[in-house]
């Protein structure tokens, strides 16, 4: 079976902080797709980024860069500089390889203060 | 705007009625999704269409749970006989599909049920 972990219920960080969001998966597929959503105080998920089990580099979008290790079975997640804006629940997810259906982690609330 | 919606936003209901929701997936994506969320976890799986067929269900969603297709475009929801326990966040997503490939869901902003 398949399942997320993220451990960090809530994170709180002043404003400019660096911060990582832990993510740790199991699964016993070979080929998998790893996937970070944030989800503001809106509601709504909104896609961060999407990751396939054979490509380990890690991989930097502005402020936010991910690391994934397939030896620990880690994908996390750094916010570089962080900003009130950041504050939000990230969640971190898996799926099959023919994606159908994505399981989540239970969450990490981010709180970033000015 | 051209992202997933969902109708309607919030829905309360009395604890033994029945309550339909709707989603409309971006056009050009076949797969369809349907999941939960309760307060303080992460989305749980339902179902998924791909064009109109129900290709998977999760043992979440009971007989008293039903989701339809019928044209491979918007989708319904329907819960009959309500409980308390069906008070959550329901969200819809779609994707793309692609052979060998695994592309990103893109979710709705959910529609928010309250049974009393």
């Known amino acids: 079976a398949q399942k997320v972990t993220q451990a960090q219920t809530e994170i709180s960080v002043v404003e400019k902080e660096d911060v990582t969001l832990d993510c740790v998966y199991e699964?016993?597929?070979?080929?998998?797709?790893l996937f970070w959503y944030k989800q503001p105080p809106s509601g709504e998920l909104v896609f961060l980024i999407r990751?396939?089990?054979?490509?380990?580099q890690n991989e930097i979008s502005g402020r936010y860069s991910w690391n994934f290790q397939k030896s620990t079975s880690s994908f996390n997640f750094t916010i570089t500089a962080s900003q009130v804006v950041d504050s939000a629940v990230y969640f971190c997810?898996?799926?099959?390889?023919?994606?159908?259906?994505?399981?989540f982690g239970a969450g990490t609330i981010l709180r970033v203060k000015s | 705007d051209t992202g997933v919606s969902q109708d309607p936003r919030h829905k309360i209901t009395k604890r033994g009625q029945n309550v339909t929701f709707r989603c409309d997936p971006i056009?050009?994506?076949?797969?369809l999704y349907w999941y939960r969320q309760t307060l303080g976890q992460g989305p749980e799986f339902l179902t998924y269409?791909?064009?109109?067929?129900?290709?998977?269900k999760s043992r979440l969603l009971s007989d008293r749970f039903s989701a339809e297709r019928p044209k491979g475009s918007f989708s319904t929801l329907e819960i009959q006989r309500t409980e308390q326990g069906d008070s959550a966040m329901y969200l819809c997503a779609s994707s793309q599909t692609g052979t060998g490939e695994n592309y990103e869901q893109y979710f709705g902003p959910g529609t928010r049920l309250t049974v009393t």
């Open positions: 990751r396939n089990s054979f490509d380990e």
């Open positions: 997810a898996l799926d099959e390889e023919y994606g159908n259906k994505l399981v």
């Open positions: 269409f791909q064009n109109e067929a129900q290709l998977e």
């Open positions: 699964t016993r597929d070979t080929t998998y797709y």
């Open positions: 056009s050009e994506h076949n797969r």
